[in-house]
């Protein structure tokens, strides 16, 4: 996608798009192009055609569903109109792009300063500082992959930021008072204020919690933040790790029996690597022997590279890794699934690439699968028209991979507004109603 293209919203592309198709060619000022410059619109739209031979001219109508004659005829008036505009001696003025960049980037400075500051005043301890700072470096990073399109930052080892849905699982029954209920989250809700309490009988030492950290990561340092008082405080723990959850097969990855109590600093364990998905966390002894109440559990390590710089269950196909689903689901939730794995459905620009996805679902599941395509339509009835857009945004354009045929249900009354590779079509594109349960492509950015 360009810089260019940014500066547009889906809307702006949808009615400057309606805004072509259906523009009387005595009222030019209905559309409202002087918003954009000439390639702008090319670049968004489906390549408003320079004058070219009238044989030609029907190219760049292919959005609608079923041109009628008349819809062509408006279209050329249209686009017509928009070339006389560009070529008149006056062109409206635009900011130019690269001034729009600087100063979204100059808002972005400001915001993250802003942020930075209070982190640093408002913060309650050194630890808790270090930790939002950390966050606010992995969101930095990603605010720059956005703006510089890289999709290369290089993988780095980091403390990991908790997501209280890593508990899957936990011992005793857990404290709870005024509706707050102090289970395992509340120790990996990334809040120093908030702790976990298991409730159970003296000298159990035997609390844990089994955490799922979504993807195989390689693990090499724990930090625990105790409440810090000399009744609750761990003392003993251990640390488990399996690949695998139904059944779990538990492996030693480190004992330690030295944590300090009486204090609610951030404590480091490290000299050990692992590499696993699943890990089971066990206090073996508090100060006292009560139940621990602890504060935060914390991860140091990145997601395992798996082949050609891809996820652990990543496969590498051209510049992107993609994930073929063991299940079927329909287009939302097959969505969301791609979403919490840090990626999205696959965006399959490139005909080399769409070659060899097909080729890999030929030799695995041989079953229909969704691909992250969708349209956007608007208007109704008869005059229903629509967009197909990309999950990253960008509208399609280019290559197309639809089978002769299809789309087939753009136009009214139609209801085929997700896409999939069709195991009918040999895995050529076919719309289709996104309610359908089907296999899925995941795909994230390389590692
Ligand atoms: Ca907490
Ligand atoms: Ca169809």
Same mark, same amino acid.
């Given at each position: 996608m360009?810089m260019?293209s940014k500066? =547009?919203?889906? /809307?702006d ?6 805004? !072509?198709?259906?523009?009387?060619p005595?009222?030019? %000022? $209905?559309g ?5 410059n000439?390639d ?5 739209l489906?390549e408003i055609?320079e ?5 030609d001219?029907t190219?760049?109508a292919?959005?609608?569903?079923d041109?009628s004659?008349?819809?062509l005829?408006k279209?050329e008036?249209a ?18 792009w ?6 979204f980037?100059?808002i ?13 005043t408002?913060?309650q ?6 930790y939002?700072v950390s966050l =606010?470096?992995? /969101? ?7 703006? !510089?399109?890289v ?5 780095? %080892? $980091?403390?990991l930021?908790?997501d209280?849905?890593?508990a899957v ?11 707050v ?7 990996l ?7 976990w309490?298991?409730s159970?009988?003296r000298y159990s030492?035997?609390?844990?919690i089994?955490?799922?950290?979504k993807?195989i990561?390689d ?13 609750h ?5 251990t640390?488990?790790a399996?690949?695998t ?6 492996r030693?990855?480190?004992?330690v029996?030295d944590?300090q109590?009486?204090?609610n600093?951030?404590q480091?364990f490290?000299?050990f ?5 699943y890990?089971?966390?066990?206090v073996?002894?508090t100060?006292q022997g009560?139940q621990?109440?602890l ?5 140091f390590g990145?997601?395992t590279?798996?082949?050609?710089n891809?996820?652990?269950g990543?496969k590498?196909?051209?510049k992107g890794c ?14 969301k699934?791609?979403r919490d794995?840090?990626?999205?459905l ?5 005909p080399?690439?769409?070659?060899r ?10 079953g229909?699968?969704?691909i992250?395509l969708?349209?956007e339509s ?10 197909f857009f990309?999950?990253?945004?960008t509208?399609?354009?280019g ?10 249900s ?9 896409v999939?590779?069709?195991d009918f079509?040999d ?5 289709k ?6 296999y ?8």
């Amino acid at each position: 996608m360009t810089m260019t293209s940014k500066s =547009l919203s889906r /809307k702006d592309i949808m009615d400057e798009y309606y805004n !072509l198709t259906t523009l009387s060619p005595e009222t030019p %000022e $209905n559309g409202d192009y002087t918003a954009l410059n000439k390639d702008e619109i090319q670049d968004e739209l489906y390549e408003i055609p320079e004058p070219m031979p009238t044989d030609d001219r029907t190219e760049g109508a292919d959005l609608l569903a079923d041109p009628s004659e008349d819809d062509l005829e408006k279209y050329e008036g249209a686009s017509q109109e928009v070339i006389a505009m560009y070529e008149s001696p006056q062109p409206p003025f635009t900011l130019p792009w690269k001034i729009c960049v600087i100063i979204f980037i100059l808002i972005n400075v400001g915001v993250v300063g802003f942020l930075v500051y209070h982190v640093i005043t408002i913060g309650q301890e050194a630890n808790v500082q270090s930790y939002r700072v950390s966050l =606010l470096q992995h /969101k930095m990073e990603n605010l720059v992959k956005n703006l !510089l399109g890289v999709e290369n930052v290089k993988r780095k %080892e $980091n403390w990991l930021e908790s997501d209280p849905s890593w508990a899957v699982l936990a011992s005793g029954t857990p404290h709870a008072v005024d509706g707050v209920t102090f289970d395992a989250d509340k120790a990996l809700d990334g809040d120093v204020t908030t702790y976990w309490d298991p409730s159970d009988e003296r000298y159990s030492n035997d609390w844990y919690i089994i955490l799922d950290l979504k993807s195989i990561h390689d693990i090499s340092k724990i930090a625990l933040t105790n409440f810090g008082d000399t009744v609750h405080d761990v003392t003993d723990f251990t640390l488990q790790a399996s690949l695998t959850s139904s059944p779990y097969e538990w492996r030693d990855v480190v004992a330690v029996s030295d944590v300090q109590a009486g204090t609610n600093r951030s404590q480091v364990f490290g000299e050990f690597t692992v590499t696993s998905r699943y890990f089971k966390f066990t206090v073996t002894a508090t100060q006292q022997g009560w139940q621990p109440w602890l504060r935060e559990i914390r991860f140091f390590g990145a997601k395992t590279a798996g082949e050609g710089n891809c996820e652990a269950g990543y496969k590498s196909f051209g510049k992107g890794c993609f994930r073929f689903s063991v299940n079927q689901l329909s287009f939302e939730d097959a969505r969301k699934v791609c979403r919490d794995d840090g990626g999205h459905l696959a965006i399959v620009k490139d005909p080399n690439n769409h070659a060899r996805i097909a080729d890999y679902i030929r030799s695995t599941t041989n079953g229909s699968h969704w691909i992250g395509l969708q349209l956007e339509s608007f208007g109704a009835g008869a005059d229903r028209r629509g967009v197909f857009f990309w999950e990253d945004g960008t509208l399609l354009t280019g290559w197309k991979g639809w089978h002769e045929g299809e789309p087939s249900s753009i136009a009214e009354g139609g209801s085929e507004d997700c896409v999939e590779m069709a195991d009918f079509h040999d895995y050529e594109w076919n719309d289709k109603p996104c309610s359908y349960a089907l296999y899925y492509i995941c795909q994230t950015d390389n590692i």
